[in-house]
């Protein structure tokens, strides 16, 4: 599944009474916006009715709520410093009107925790997530889940600023207080499991949210056998866990008893639907089904193009997926349309530099390359960089990466190592996550490498992997990806010894990772065998390593369904795979026919 941003839910806070006058109502229109994820729209009209109410010289806090709304659609665009500006006039006026206990104070303080965390400067989310606890603990009986939301994102900062005791100590301070809603019955107590669940999920804690999840489906499965929409809701959310944790079987399984569940109704709701068959969808992609992750991501589209008002930004993201299914299938003009259509409804409805929108500059720059219009995407890569400028949240490094990407993918590889050097030297190893470092000197080693430059790549090959054994399991698959090419370098400039032992490092880390038919495994054991058969006594082991390759080709074409213009492509893909078995097939019945071994 794919990695996601923090997810955190800031929306329109219902109105609180002032406390000395009545707040400016929010203006028609502005909130059903939001929910259908149209903020453009509900912005304009929110900006509109604070202009009018600041205008009208406010005594005191009648224009909060507004203020509070501009932050709650900074926060879901990704506007830091809107966010940032709505968070402090929040508690700022907050503290010369309202009650030192008011929710609004609380709310402005978490707010503003939330646009430091996003920026990277934990020490201020820290405190003002600190300070948001401090204000709500004492009636902590009455806003349990608040209060255990908050405690866990102080918990979020203790675990990334290296205090793990810490950070397990709020986290299970968190868990009581929201134990503390359970109640005996079941059908509450299956609901109590689910909230539970979504927040670990919401923390990352993918292993506690699976628990959770499966103690709800079972008293919901008891006590409410009948509430079919309550148990897929459960299942649903089960199998996001399950995916987080690269158990795609189980991923698969539950999602698909999701969507049973859920078209069983009579009502069932064609959004939940359309989540799901995306849900669905993202398996068969990370599980390498091309031909079925494009049926359920048109499914998708179907539904989603049928809504009255459409869901903007909601068919971008099927778009974006579809587009990069497409491409994976080398329909490349296709997906470069439905690239830009997800660009233009991404643009429509966010700022400027918001990541969504970057992503989508990213993308239709890899669907250029991929049709050698290699001009046109360093022009959008251009102005990718000139955006991202615009928003402290993005990782100039991280982005750098990305576009390093495509220009290798070009074979500009001259280009891709300079890019690479300048993420090298943005990094800071004592902030960054270590994935990022790992990737950093990966690619700039593989730059190299693509160069000719063997002898040079070794060290940073090195570096990343170092990074990786920081980044524990989480670097497990760049260990192997890092141990691979490195073998690749060694074996070019004749250090054999060392290269061999990377070569079955790699193959069998990946052995224990994928499936047979997976590409990685695929390609370590084209790489390995290739290496052995430049030895005439090992050339037994290689044509074993080539027909396991082989094998695995075979059943990766199998998954597109018919052996169409796409499979055929993707077959054409592996040439080498069956030259070499060819190859070292011939050298074994030559050296057969004569007698010399």
């Given amino acids: 599944m794919r990695l996601a941003l923090l997810i955190f839910v800031l929306v329109f806070a219902t109105p609180t009474s002032a406390q000395q006058s009545d707040r400016w109502a929010f203006p028609e229109g502005a909130v059903e916006a939001f929910q259908a994820n149209d903020f453009a729209t509900s912005r304009a009209l929110i900006e509109e009715a604070l202009a009018r109410c600041e205008a009208s010289k406010p005594e005191a806090d009648e224009c909060l709520d507004l203020i509070q709304a501009r932050g709650a659609i900074a926060a879901e665009t990704g506007d830091m410093p809107a966010l940032r500006e709505s968070a402090s006039r929040t508690i700022e006026m907050a503290k010369r009107w309202l009650p030192a206990d008011h929710p609004d104070r609380e709310r402005g303080h978490y707010r503003l925790g939330i646009y430091y965390l996003e920026t990277g400067d934990l020490r201020e989310a820290e405190e003002e997530f600190c300070a948001a606890v401090a204000i709500n603990f004492p009636k902590r009986d009455q806003v349990k889940d608040t209060v255990a939301n ?8 203790l675990f990334e600023t290296g205090r793990a005791t810490e950070s397990r100590d709020y986290n299970k301070q968190a868990d009581s207080i929201a134990a503390a809603n359970f109640d005996l019955d079941a059908p509450t107590l299956g609901d109590t499991y689910d909230v539970v669940g979504l927040s670990h999920l919401n923390d990352r804690r993918y ?6 999840l499966r103690r709800a489906i079972a008293f919901h499965e008891c006590a409410t056998p009948d509430a079919n929409e309550k148990i897929a809701l459960s299942y649903r959310e089960l199998g996001r866990a399950y995916g987080w944790q690269d158990k795609m079987i189980e991923a698969e399984a539950a999602t698909r008893r999701a969507l049973s569940l859920t078209t069983a109704e009579p009502s069932a709701d064609p959004t939940v639907v ?3 068959h995306h849900q669905l969808g993202q398996i068969f992609e990370a599980t390498e089904r091309f031909d079925k992750a494009e049926q359920s991501y048109r499914k998708v589209l179907e539904l989603r193009s049928a809504e009255r008002p459409a869901d903007l930004l909601e068919m971008a993201n099927i778009e974006a997926d579809l587009a990069n299914v497409l491409s994976i299938q080398g329909r490349y003009e296709e997906g470069e349309e439905l690239a830009r259509a997800a660009l233009e409804k991404r643009q429509r ?3 400027r530099s918001h990541p969504a929108i970057l992503n989508s500059y990213n993308q239709l720059a890899i669907m250029l390359t991929l049709q050698d219009s290699t001009d046109q995407a360093e022009v959008i890569l251009n102005r990718l960089l000139a955006e991202a400028a615009g928003n402290p949240v993005v990782s100039r490094p991280r982005l750098l990466v990305n576009i390093a990407g495509v220009m290798a993918q070009a074979g500009r590889y001259a280009r891709a190592e300079a890019l690479l050097r300048e993420a090298a030297e943005l990094l800071d190893p004592d902030e960054e996550d270590p994935s990022l470092g790992s990737a950093i000197y990966q690619n700039l080693a593989l730059s190299m490498a693509e160069q000719g430059r063997h002898e040079d790549a070794i060290a940073p090959f090195r570096k990343a992997m170092d990074y990786a054994a920081k980044a524990g399991s989480a670097g497990k698959l760049n260990v192997t990806s890092i141990s691979l090419f490195m073998a690749v370098s060694l074996s070019r400039i004749g250090r054999d010894a060392e290269a061999e032992q990377l070569f079955r490092k790699a193959r069998l880390l990946r052995n224990e990772m994928f499936p047979p038919g997976h590409l990685a495994r695929i390609e370590s054991d084209t790489r390995f065998a290739e290496f052995l058969a430049r030895n005439a006594s090992l050339f037994g082991e290689a044509r074993s390593l080539y027909r396991e390759a ?3 080709i075979l059943a990766r074409v199998g998954s597109f369904g018919e052996f169409g213009a796409a ?6 893909k592996f040439r080498p795979t069956f030259t070499g078995e060819v190859a070292v097939a ?4 030559e050296r057969n026919r004569s007698g010399s071994f």
């Fill in 150 to 157: 908050r405690l866990r994102f102080v918990a979020k900062v």
């Fill in 274 to 276: 359309a989540d799901l």
């Fill in 207 to 212: 292993a506690d949210a699976e628990v959770m």
């Fill in 550 to 552: 082989e094998r695995g």
């Fill in 586 to 589: 011939w050298a074994l019945a």
């Fill in 349 to 351: 409805a966010l700022p």
């Fill in 567 to 572: 499979a055929q492509a993707e077959i054409r």
